[in-house]
């Protein structure tokens, strides 16, 4: 990197994934707006072709007018050869394919559990976990040897056991977890903040939080603006309107089932006392399986979805022929603000800025301090010039601590269960689910949806697993 008149210049980013066709258009629209940072992006992914089109994206998207960034876009033939030197790492990469995610997600549901996700907790967060890790290894493996020095980027599920897989690997590392789901419980109380008192924040930034928790099973302690106290006024608004909840009308996915009214984190609220921060799909799987996903009625009820696995497939249709689309000239990406943070992140890491977010990392400074040294949590940290910062985010209170540590703890058996390729962890991790666990606690029949999950992902995990179900 060089840096030249309040510039930062000839940066080297890997993009691991860089086929993608959501997170890598994101990226590439924030780098297009950012006229203090230039570089080259390196994209490497194992669909050559994918990230083929994306340097043909990425390139042209460069070349209009009104692009301020300055980047050249690049595919990597392998791994180490993007690494070489670089440093930023971005990694966004989905483990597998939407087949076997079909599994993850729907399989389960003969034993009466219910997943809206299926990428973090439950038992289609543990099987994704188990092709998930080994990759992780391997990519923290080649960062040591190629660019040790590298500050990584991860946005892929799961997101806690990704972050931790590469500290195990490579201990030095100067790795971080990104999830945008905190931002969205800003922009709620931003929402609630203009209907109750009429004041209008300039944008979500405005609404200062302090975080605590784990990736998608955050929770705020304290939420202000302008020196106002954020919990009565999200309180008053609950005691008036629960039934109806609170929609985001300008939500990307108002029509699909990542919509919610919100109305899950207004009860865990009133029952906990503090608000939780992450979209209702996610912190209703870390919940008991018979409270919010007893069934898909109960889901209906509470007005937030079960993402199907089938909508997926149909979505990543749509964004292929949006490909086609971007390739040819036919469209183009709006170079308008996408609502991340990752390059703003990197403007601070490189110096031009300091800056404050949440941030996924291992608790060794003991952010969390009621909580494990070796877990993953999610809290706010400064990022300035070549620093991460972790903020002192206090204690959970015992009650949310108490839901909170069987996932702390499923994150260490599931990767244990990865490393030594043994189905009884898996088992173990199922069974200490609260989703799972609520619905079945039969040993016998867990272990054979573990071992019939684990057969339907066989494609992406180590040969290993072939000898153990």
Same mark, same amino acid.
């Given at each position: 990197?060089?840096y030249?008149?309040?510039?930062?210049?000839?940066?080297?980013?890997?993009?691991?994934?860089?086929?993608?066709?959501?997170?890598?258009?994101?990226?590439?629209?924030?780098?297009?707006?950012?006229?203090?940072?230039? +570089?080259?992006?390196?994209?490497?992914?194992?669909?050559?072709?994918?990230?083929?089109?994306?340097?043909?994206?990425?390139?042209?998207?460069?070349?209009?007018?009104?692009?301020?960034?300055r980047?050249?876009?690049?595919?990597?033939?392998?791994?180490?050869?993007?690494?070489?030197?670089?440093?930023?790492v971005?990694?966004?990469?989905?483990?597998?394919?939407?087949?076997?995610?079909?599994?993850?997600?729907?399989?389960?549901?003969?034993?009466?559990?219910?997943?809206s996700?299926?990428?973090?907790?439950?038992?289609?967060?543990?099987?994704?976990?188990?092709?998930?890790?080994?990759?992780?290894?391997?990519?923290?493996?080649? $960062?040591?040897?190629?660019?040790?020095?590298?500050?990584? $980027?991860n946005?892929?599920?799961?997101?806690?056991?990704?972050v931790?897989?590469?500290?195990?690997?490579?201990?030095?590392?100067?790795?971080?977890?990104?999830?945008?789901?905190?931002?969205?419980?800003?922009?709620?109380?931003?929402?609630?903040?203009?209907?109750?008192?009429?004041?209008?924040?300039?944008?979500?930034?405005?609404?200062?939080?302090?975080?605590?928790?784990?990736?998608?099973?955050?929770?705020?302690?304290?939420?202000?603006?302008?020196?106002?106290?954020?919990?009565?006024?999200y309180?008053?608004?609950?005691?008036?309107?629960?039934?109806?909840?609170?929609?985001?009308?300008?939500?990307?996915?108002?029509?699909?089932?990542?919509?919610?009214?919100?109305?899950?984190?207004?009860?865990?609220?009133?029952?906990?006392?503090?608000?939780?921060?992450?979209?209702?799909?996610?912190?209703?799987e870390?919940m008991?399986?018979?409270?919010?996903?007893?069934?898909?009625?109960?889901?209906?009820?509470?007005?937030? +979805?079960?993402?199907?696995?089938?909508?997926?497939?149909?979505?990543?249709?749509?964004?292929?022929?949006?490909?086609?689309?971007?390739?040819?000239?036919?469209?183009?990406?709006?170079?308008?603000?996408?609502?991340?943070?990752?390059?703003?992140?990197?403007?601070?890491?490189?110096?031009?800025?300091?800056?404050?977010?949440?941030?996924?990392?291992?608790?060794?400074?003991?952010?969390?301090?009621?909580?494990p040294?070796?877990?993953?949590?999610?809290?706010?940290?400064?990022?300035?010039?070549?620093?991460?910062?972790?903020?002192?985010?206090?204690?959970?209170?015992?009650?949310?601590r108490?839901?909170?540590?069987?996932?702390?703890?499923?994150?260490?058996?599931?990767?244990?269960?990865?490393?030594?390729?043994?189905?009884?962890?898996?088992?173990?991790?199922?069974l200490?689910?609260?989703?799972?666990?609520?619905?079945?606690?039969?040993?016998?029949?867990?272990?054979?949806?573990?071992?019939?999950?684990?057969?339907?992902?066989?494609?992406?995990?180590?040969?290993?697993?072939?000898?153990?179900?």
């Amino acid at each position: 990197m060089q840096y030249e008149d309040q510039c930062v210049k000839d940066i080297r980013i890997a993009y691991i994934g860089g086929g993608s066709r959501g997170w890598a258009w994101t990226f590439m629209t924030d780098l297009a707006r950012e006229a203090q940072l230039s +570089g080259e992006v390196r994209l490497y992914d194992i669909d050559r072709g994918a990230a083929e089109a994306n340097q043909i994206i990425g390139n042209r998207l460069m070349q209009r007018p009104e692009a301020t960034g300055r980047w050249r876009f690049s595919v990597s033939d392998s791994l180490e050869s993007a690494l070489s030197g670089c440093d930023f790492v971005v990694i966004s990469i989905l483990p597998g394919r939407f087949d076997e995610m079909q599994s993850d997600v729907h399989l389960p549901e003969r034993l009466s559990c219910w997943q809206s996700v299926g990428d973090t907790a439950g038992p289609g967060g543990i099987i994704r976990a188990l092709r998930t890790i080994p990759m992780f290894v391997e990519i923290a493996q080649a $960062i040591r040897r190629c660019s040790p020095d590298a500050w990584v $980027i991860n946005y892929t599920n799961p997101m806690s056991l990704c972050v931790k897989t590469l500290y195990y690997t490579f201990p030095e590392i100067r790795a971080f977890g990104c999830c945008h789901e905190v931002f969205g419980t800003q922009k709620v109380l931003q929402g609630i903040l203009e209907k109750e008192t009429g004041e209008r924040a300039k944008d979500w930034h405005d609404i200062f939080v302090n975080v605590l928790g784990i990736n998608h099973f955050t929770w705020f302690s304290s939420a202000s603006f302008r020196g106002v106290d954020l919990f009565p006024v999200y309180r008053h608004y609950i005691d008036r309107r629960f039934e109806e909840g609170f929609e985001l009308r300008d939500e990307s996915w108002m029509n699909s089932s990542f919509h919610c009214a919100h109305r899950v984190k207004m009860d865990l609220f009133l029952r906990y006392g503090w608000i939780a921060a992450a979209g209702d799909r996610h912190l209703a799987e870390f919940m008991p399986g018979n409270e919010y996903l007893n069934d898909p009625e109960t889901v209906r009820s509470w007005k937030f +979805g079960l993402t199907g696995v089938d909508w997926r497939k149909n979505d990543l249709k749509e964004r292929l022929a949006r490909s086609q689309r971007l390739v040819s000239g036919e469209e183009e990406l709006a170079l308008s603000p996408t609502g991340e943070e990752g390059i703003r992140l990197i403007r601070a890491l490189c110096g031009l800025e300091r800056f404050l977010s949440n941030v996924n990392l291992p608790n060794t400074a003991l952010q969390i301090s009621n909580l494990p040294a070796d877990a993953v949590v999610e809290t706010n940290a400064v990022f300035e010039l070549g620093h991460i910062r972790p903020v002192a985010a206090g204690a959970l209170p015992e009650s949310i601590r108490a839901l909170i540590l069987p996932h702390v703890e499923n994150h260490e058996r599931t990767l244990r269960a990865a490393l030594t390729f043994d189905p009884e962890l898996v088992t173990e991790a199922f069974l200490h689910d609260p989703n799972f666990s609520a619905k079945c606690r039969d040993r016998e029949k867990t272990r054979a949806l573990a071992d019939d999950m684990i057969r339907n992902t066989l494609t992406y995990l180590p040969d290993e697993w072939k000898k153990t179900v």
